[in-house]
């Protein structure tokens, strides 16, 4: 594995809600391929936070956004989805990239147009690495909304991510 695919292209340091659109569309980005659990939701709910919904229907307006999610439940991420009015891929197997390049055919833009944005090192960042994606690693959302700064789950990527040689990541 390649130590600079566990390094996100960008780390802003803020949940999904707080993520400023301006550098991504600066940098020629025209669609978001957002991951579900963790990055949108907290938990297991299917309602999304205000301040998430927000921050989408303004994404919306700018970029072309897309879910894409481990999770199994066509159902679950198809009524997150839903809310948005945008079309989603569950099960997608981060980080393997058979989904992934099948989103990437059909929005027909080039890899270097596509931002990946997700809370994940060994997902979400090391898949968008992998097919040459702009990668975005934001902070989990707890259930109030706010960032979980402490999110073991991340914490702990990130160090093996630094331990494998990975940098800041």
Same mark, same amino acid.
């Given at each position: 594995?390649?130590?600079?695919?566990?390094?996100?292209?960008?780390?802003?340091?803020?949940?999904?809600?707080?993520?400023?659109?301006?550098?991504?569309?600066?940098?020629?980005?025209?669609?978001?391929?957002?991951?579900?659990?963790?990055?949108?939701?907290?938990?297991?709910?299917?309602?999304?936070?205000?301040?998430?919904?927000?921050?989408?229907?303004?994404?919306?307006?700018?970029?072309?956004?897309?879910?894409?999610?481990?999770?199994?439940?066509?159902?679950?991420?198809?009524?997150? @989805?839903?809310?948005?009015?945008?079309? /989603? !891929?569950?099960?997608? *197997?981060?980080? +393997?990239? &058979?989904?992934?390049?099948?989103?990437?055919?059909?929005?027909?833009?080039?890899?270097?147009?596509? @931002?990946?944005?997700?809370?994940?090192? /060994? !997902?979400?960042?090391? *898949?968008?690495? +992998?097919? &040459?994606?702009?990668?975005?690693?934001?902070?989990?959302?707890?259930?109030?909304?706010?960032?979980?700064?402490?999110?073991?789950?991340?914490?702990?990527?990130?160090?093996? *991510?630094?331990?494998?040689?990975?940098?800041?990541?």
């Amino acid at each position: 594995m390649r130590r600079d695919w566990l390094r996100p292209d960008w780390d802003p340091g803020v949940t999904l809600a707080n993520l400023p659109l301006e550098p991504l569309l600066g940098r020629g980005i025209k669609a978001l391929l957002l991951d579900v659990d963790r990055t949108l939701l907290p938990g297991r709910d299917v309602a999304l936070p205000p301040s998430v919904l927000h921050w989408a229907q303004s994404a919306q307006r700018h970029t072309h956004l897309h879910l894409i999610s481990n999770n199994p439940s066509r159902q679950r991420i198809g009524a997150v @989805a839903e809310q948005l009015g945008i079309e /989603f !891929t569950s099960s997608a *197997a981060k980080p +393997r990239r &058979g989904a992934i390049r099948r989103v990437i055919q059909a929005l027909d833009l080039k890899p270097e147009q596509i @931002a990946m944005v997700g809370d994940r090192v /060994f !997902t979400d960042v090391l *898949a968008g690495n +992998r097919l &040459g994606l702009y990668t975005v690693l934001v902070r989990p959302l707890r259930e109030d909304g706010t960032p979980c700064r402490h999110d073991r789950v991340q914490v702990l990527e990130r160090q093996l *991510a630094r331990w494998l040689g990975a940098g800041h990541a």
